[in-house]
């Protein structure tokens, strides 16, 4: 079974930034998308960023012009610049293909003062 390894979080300043990697611990074929999704206490996940298998991106309206998700091969990265409280969440990696849809086991992210 290939897990979805995830790193980067912590604790940052508002204004700061964080980078997000997450690597497949084994070979995924025929990618749909990669992507990340954020979950905040009491609020239901959702999408922040994806990238398609054809290098389409798509992100939140919240994180536009602040985030950037790129991919190589079975790793998916988001950079998160300038970064607010409101995006204080625990951040969960995401790889669909046409069989699966493999979940990271989430990375907290807060940012506070």
């Known amino acids: 079974q290939v897990q979805l390894v995830e790193s980067g979080g912590g604790l940052v300043q508002p204004g700061g930034s964080l980078r997000l990697s997450c690597t497949a611990s084994g070979t995924i074929f025929s990618v749909r998308s990669m992507g990340w999704y954020r979950q905040a206490p009491g609020k239901q996940r959702e999408l922040v960023a994806d990238?398609?298998?054809?290098?389409s991106t798509n992100y939140a309206d919240s994180v536009k012009g602040r985030f950037t998700i790129s991919n190589a091969k079975n790793t998916v990265v988001l950079q998160m610049n300038s970064l607010k409280p409101e995006d204080t969440a625990v951040y969960y990696c995401n790889i669909q293909n046409a069989y699966y849809n493999y979940w990271g086991q989430g990375t907290q992210v807060t940012v506070s003062s």
């Open positions: 990238i398609t298998g054809g290098g």
